[in-house]
């Protein structure tokens, strides 16, 4: 548990990031709303425009962005109207003095998307008080010459990718600024000392950036500042006592450096004023002060995370407008005799939302009052203090706003009360690593908004309540260690939003449920039912769950062979089926995963010759003794060399199976091809001798019936050769899709032969399947063609991507779904290049061509354009250049040859599509600008500013988790980041600058991983 520990603390920078970023917000705000006034005063509204020479110097240079001087990026045309056309006191974001004869007094671009630098001309434009350029991508230096403008009182340069060091020429304007305001940019060097003279300076935010050295003790001159940031940077050092004597400050912040020291006894007076208090994250020690209770404003104390000792303040329930109390990763104690009684006090805190006590040396009976606490409250964690005893609160009930609860690594005993089940917002439950006992409460199955719950490691018996399947947002589910018994609920396989589902070391008897065959457990990352009493065989549909990267089944009773089914779980990283009494022989498809990185089969009854590919190659990795019929293998896993005979064997049993099988074959073509061709002479219709054979054929008169005579209403979509309808196959009632080739559109023909070749012998969960084809004359005697594929319930990626106006249900892709998507195509793609003889370069990958079916699960399409390219890279074709625009590879402009790496391109900027929700062929993308310019100058500070909409909300969310439970949300933003370089990457204009769809593939499944184990 102590790693739990560590975990969470090491997850706290993440945290800050986040508090900070609301806080600077907030700040930004206010600010704004101050320069407003400031504009809008009556002398501001006398002021008169005139054209300045020093602004004309200073701006010129925007003026010159499309020669790539200064302004190299202005998607959102913020500067159009910077041109000698239109009096410069006009241009967006500039405004004028009236008073002083038409001066620049205000730039302000804040928030434009534009990327450069800032011109050196600057400085020329004395008359300047206020600067915004937050919110862009402008990089280089600060330029020294704002320096120059000593009547400046604003600068706002925060969130860009400005490095250096903040230039000491701000020493000039020092007496006039009052905010500046540097944060999420790349800084380096120290704070100059000189920024103590900034004696009107009403805020200071220095974050995010990489500062170091020590915290200038002349900043304790700033008898004005209100606002303090020095968070997140790298500063060393004993905080000046200086700084803690600036009685105006509210907001205090120096999370996440390297500062050490005791903070003053007497802090809660000398800084009255203070609302927020942070000092996470850094090497701070001795007692907290109790003269925090003086701060009677305080609403935020954060000092996590450090060396703290002693024992809590026993009063700080004075502080009646405390929202928030982190105390965690600290060595606090409990007062002797006392135990947790400065719990109590805190349930006079009514706007008490968040309390962290876990990872500190209390001790101590958990007391009641913990009930009392404030009904406001959402989160309460107290875990990893190993001498907490007692039980829970009966009325732990009351806590209605409760949503995240932790109580986990102490030792609390009983049973859990049913009242936890009045928390109807509680989404996480930790009561992990203690000695608890009983049955899990049925009630669990009320809190439907749970999406954790941890219980392992306590003394639990019983079964498992089937109700837990009422839990549908449950995503993680530990009940591991326990002494549980009975069968495993068929409920808990209904989840289909299960992550990770660790039931080992119990006592559970009886089959995997065969409800797991429903396959809704398309979500399951992580699946151990290891040491049990399970037996039986597995079921085959735990093959459908594609996303399954660890299972252990080892030590069970389990028996039989492995299912072909396992073939799909290509995600696989870690496969433990030991100890069980599985027979057989061992797949050999297990070499072909590529991201197996350990595969135990050890102590079964498996048999026959041993793979020798891939995984099989390292004995470090794999184990397969005590199967004593096994043989072959590497010297290093000391199995018996196959005899001769068991060789000659093993390969005539292949050959008989094969001969066996090719003859059916040839038997099972000729009569088929007998009745096709007395069938033909009967019905005397004309079908195309050069129509593959293999594929079962169906007459226009029933695709007719079956699409409604190829009615409008059954219309789903149209291609560059023809049209698609639904249809409904009389006889078996299968939903198909029928694509009508439109056989006057040039190369149509030859599109209809290149999809029924290319699909004719590839296999793959994640391409499309043809069902039939119909190749004749229609009832008007014109020659007709249509394939007839599966049908896929949720239609196309472009249509979740780009959702028509007349869409009747509003549709969102998560960034779960995305990731699984990208991973599912790039995993179809990498077959195609890498696993068919011939290889496959599809040609025209684009998200009309990715269809989705009823579990969300992506199939590739349309390969009317697929090429097989050992025969076709060094042919020209008719046709010209292949592919969408938009997605086509540059180089195919210049040449008809098609290339892995073309595919490689297109999925590059589906990738980018499907992050940013932009078409490439967007009206925001022409002269040159595209959608991998878009996002490249993004990267990395800035991707939120270019992502798709609908996922900013899901990356708030996240945000917001991480502030709840440093286990859940973390990750997004970076998933995303991750996401969006390798589509960079992918879509270079350069063929040989890109990746090999391999490569592609296994840093997807790599950053879904990362992200699913957030």
């Known amino acids: 548990m102590a790693e739990d520990t560590m975990l969470q603390h090491a997850g706290e920078g993440a945290k800050w990031r986040q508090l900070h970023a609301e806080h600077a917000e907030k700040e930004v705000d206010r600010i704004t709303e101050h320069m407003e006034m400031a504009n809008n005063s009556p002398a501001r509204r006398r002021m008169r425009w005139r054209l300045a020479e020093d602004m004309e110097i200073a701006l010129d240079s925007a003026t010159q962005r499309r020669k790539g001087d200064r302004i190299v990026e202005d998607p959102l045309g913020i500067l159009a109207s910077w041109n000698e056309s239109s009096h410069y006191c006009n241009w967006t974001g500039v405004l004028c003095s009236k008073k002083h004869q038409g001066r620049v007094t205000v730039l302000n671009l804040g928030g434009q998307e534009l990327a450069g630098s800032i011109p050196p001309h600057i400085g020329n434009l004395s008359f300047l008080r ?39 020429e701000l020493q000039n304007i020092t007496k006039s600024l009052q905010v500046l305001t540097l944060f999420s940019n790349e800084l380096t060097g120290s704070i100059p000392q000189t920024l103590g003279n900034a004696s009107s300076l009403l805020e200071l935010s220095l974050m995010e950036n990489n500062l170091q050295g020590s915290i200038p003790a002349e900043l304790g001159k700033l008898l004005n500042l209100e606002f303090l940031q020095l968070s997140q940077n790298n500063l060393s050092g004993e905080v000046p006592l200086s700084i803690y004597n600036l009685s105006s400050v509210y907001e205090f912040s120096l999370a996440e450096n390297q500062l050490h020291g005791r903070i003053p006894s007497d802090v809660g007076f000398t800084l009255p004023n203070l609302r927020y208090f942070y000092v996470p994250l850094n090497h701070f020690y001795g007692e907290i002060p109790a003269s925090f209770l003086n701060a009677t404003k305080l609403e935020q104390l954060e000092l996590g995370n450090n060396n703290f000792s002693g024992v809590v303040p026993s009063n700080l329930g ?13 060595q606090l104690e409990s007062v002797e005799g006392e135990g947790l009684g400065f719990i109590t006090s805190l349930t006079n805190c009514t706007n008490l939302r968040q309390l962290r006590l876990d990872g500190n040396n209390f001790e101590g009976v958990l007391p009641l009052s913990i009930a009392n606490l404030s009904t406001k409250l959402e989160r309460f964690t107290i875990g990893a203090n190993l001498q907490i005893s007692g039980k829970i609160p009966k009325e732990i009930g009351n806590l209605v706003g409760l949503e995240v609860l932790v109580i986990t690594a102490s030792s609390i005993t009983g049973e859990i009360p049913s009242s936890i089940c009045k928390l109807e917002k509680l989404s996480d439950l930790e009561l992990q690593a203690n000695r608890i006992s009983g ?189 004593p019929r096994l043989c072959g293998g590497m010297h290093q ?135 039939t084809v119909c190749s004749s004359i229609d009832f008007r005697g014109t020659n007709f063609k249509a394939l007839v594929y599966e049908f896929m319930q949720n239609g196309s990626l472009e249509k979740w991507l780009h959702p028509n106006e007349d869409q009747t249900i509003a549709r969102s892709l998560s960034l779960i779904q995305r990731l699984n998507i990208a991973v599912e195509v790039a995993s179809a793609i990498e077959y195609l290049h890498n696993y068919c003889q011939p290889s496959i370069v599809h040609g025209d990958l684009k998200p009309s061509n990715v269809l989705l079916d009823e579990e969300m699960v992506s199939h590739v399409g349309d390969f009317g354009l697929a090429r097989f390219s050992s025969i076709s890279q060094n042919q020209s074709s008719s046709m ?135």
Not at 486 to 500: A, E, M, R, T, Y
Not at 665 to 682: E, G, N, P, Q, T
Not at 745 to 766: D, P, Q, V, W
Not at 885 to 909: C, H, N, Q, R, W
């Open 637 to 771: 896993l000391g199995l018996p060399s196959c005899k001769i005979g068991d060789r000659k064997l093993h390969h005539l049993i292949v050959l008989i199976s094969v001969s066996a099988s090719c003859s059916i074959f040839l038997m099972v073509s000729l009569l088929v091809i007998f009745a096709f061709r007395r069938s033909k002479r009967k019905l005397s219709t004309s079908t195309d001798v050069q129509d593959p054979e293999q594929y079962p054929k169906i007459s226009y008169a029933e695709l007719s019936r079956a699409t409604n005579e190829f009615s409008s209403s059954n219309l789903i979509g149209e291609g560059s050769f023809g049209c698609v309808y639904k249809g409904i196959l009389s006889g078996d009632e299968m939903l198909v899709a029928v694509k009508v080739l439109n056989l006057k559109r040039r190369g149509a023909t030859k599109s209809f032969m290149a999809e029924c070749e290319t699909l004719r012998n590839i296999r793959h969960r994640n391409l499309i399947k043809i069902v």
């Open 880 to 1014: 010209g250049v292949k592919g969408t625009i938009g997605y086509v590879a540059p180089e195919y402009g210049m040449s008809t040859k098609i290339s892995k790496l073309g595919d490689v391109y297109s999925f590059g900027i589906l990738l980018l599509e499907m992050i940013t929700g932009k078409a490439p062929t967007d009206s925001m993308f022409k002269d040159n600008f595209t959608i991998h310019q878009l996002v490249k100058t993004r990267l990395p500070e800035r991707v939120t500013d270019i992502i798709d909409p609908s996922l900013l909300q899901e990356v708030q969310e996240a945000e917001n988790s991480k502030a709840r439970n440093m286990r859940k949300g973390v990750g997004v933003l970076e998933s995303l980041l991750a996401i969006a370089e390798v589509g960079v990457a992918c879509s270079m204009e350069s063929p040989s600058e890109r990746m090999e769809m391999k490569e592609v593939a296994t840093k997807l499944y790599a950053i879904r991983d990362k992200f699913l184990h957030r």
């Open 318 to 330: 004075s502080l009646r407008n405390l929202q928030l109390l982190y105390l965690m990763g600290n």
């Open 130 to 168: 206020q600067i915004n350029l937050s919110y862009n991508s402008f990089t280089g230096e600060i330029p020294q010459q704002i320096g120059r403008l000593f009547r400046l009182r604003y600068l706002l340069l925060f969130s860009n990718h400005f490095h250096g060091k903040i230039p000491m």
């Open 439 to 627: 049955p899990i409460p049925s009630l669990l199955g009320n809190l439907t908004q749970l999406q954790y719950l941890n219980l392992e490691e306590n003394n639990l018996k019983g079964l498992i309540p089937p109700s837990l399947g009422n839990c549908t947002q449950l995503e993680y589910l530990y009940l591991e260690n326990n002494s549980l018994f009975g069968n495993i609920p068929k409920q808990l396989f209904s989840l289909s939003h299960l992550i990770d589902l660790y039931l080992p070391q119990n006592s559970f008897t009886g089959q995997l449920p065969i409800d797991l065959a429903e396959g809704k457990m398309t979500n399951l990352v992580h699946l151990s039912v290891q040491h049990n009493r399970l037996s039986g065989g597995i079921p085959s549909a735990l093959g459908d769950c594609l996303m399954l990267e660890g299972l252990w089944m080892d030590g069970n009773l389990f028996e039989g062979s492995i299912p072909p089914s396992f073939n799909n779980l290509r995600s696989l990283v870690s496969l433990d089926l030991s100890n069980n009494k599985f027979s057989g022989e061992i797949p050999e498809y297990f070499q072909n995963f590529p991201l197996l990185q350990y595969l135990n089969l050890s102590f079964n009854n498996f048999e026959g010759v041993l793979p020798t590919g891939r995984i099989f190659e390292n004995a470090s990795i794999i184990s397969v003794s005590g199967n």
